[in-house]
């Protein structure tokens, strides 16, 4: 089962994403994050993205050493077949892709079953509208902020219209879901994506990549919830 949530802040919540760490000595840069609210996972097969990262080994030993829980993200393709492992190895929340799941729907009652929240991710070119009448079956919607397959990609602020209908429709229908954005996010890009309704984001080397990653962490978070609604 999922570790409970219950004591995670309201929001704004920084998820560093080890694709930016030294994956060498892993363990050091996972307790360098324990100040964040989750460790930010990005896994690869190659074929959904043109980039490969790790599998279910590497998540598993991630999640017996990281002082935080973990947000899986899994840029593969037949999620259907492959996510809810992923859950099973205790990741507290999975996230998959629109454009690779057969059924998304019953996807995410199958993590939620299991114990994970449920997330779903779309490309920056995929449209959320399809996504609105089932916002309920959803705990995340992942809003790529750029291609996904790479870090270090600059932010598109072209994305932000379609995280500003999310934001909309899921206050409209009062439905419980965080919005995350991932790429590219930074202290000069993080305030404009909270103005669209971002209250998750993912952050690869602005943690990673500063000599003080608390300050980092810390200033994220408060440059996001200048910004937030």
Do not use: C
Request: no cysteine.
């Amino acid at each position: 089962m999922a570790p409970s949530l219950g004591s995670l802040p309201a929001s704004p919540r920084i998820n560093p994403s080890i694709l930016s760490a030294d994956f060498a000595n892993m363990q050091a840069e996972l307790a360098r994050i324990s100040g964040a609210d989750f460790v930010h996972v990005d896994v690869m097969d190659n074929h959904f993205v043109p980039n490969l990262t790790f599998g279910p080994q590497m998540v598993e030993r991630i999640q017996a050493t990281s002082p935080i829980p973990l947000d899986v993200h899994l840029m593969i393709d037949d999620p259907d077949r492959w996510a809810p492992g992923y859950a099973e190895l205790g990741a507290a929340s999975v996230t998959f892709h629109l454009e690779a799941a057969d059924d998304p729907i019953a996807l995410a009652r199958r993590l939620r079953a299991i114990g994970a929240r449920a997330g779903v991710a779309v490309k920056p070119d995929t449209a959320a509208d399809p996504l609105f009448e089932h916002l309920a079956e959803f705990d995340q919607i992942l809003v790529m902020t750029v291609e996904p397959g790479f870090g270090g990609q600059a932010f598109r602020p072209e994305t932000m219209p379609k995280l500003r209908g999310l934001a909309d429709e899921a206050r409209r229908r009062g439905a419980d879901v965080w919005l995350q954005v991932d790429g590219g996010i930074s202290l000069e890009t993080i305030g404009v994506a909270a103005e669209a309704g971002a209250d998750t984001f993912v952050a690869g080397s602005a943690v990673f990549g500063s000599a003080d990653v608390d300050a980092a962490i810390a200033g994220l978070r408060d440059a996001a919830a200048a910004h937030a609604h």
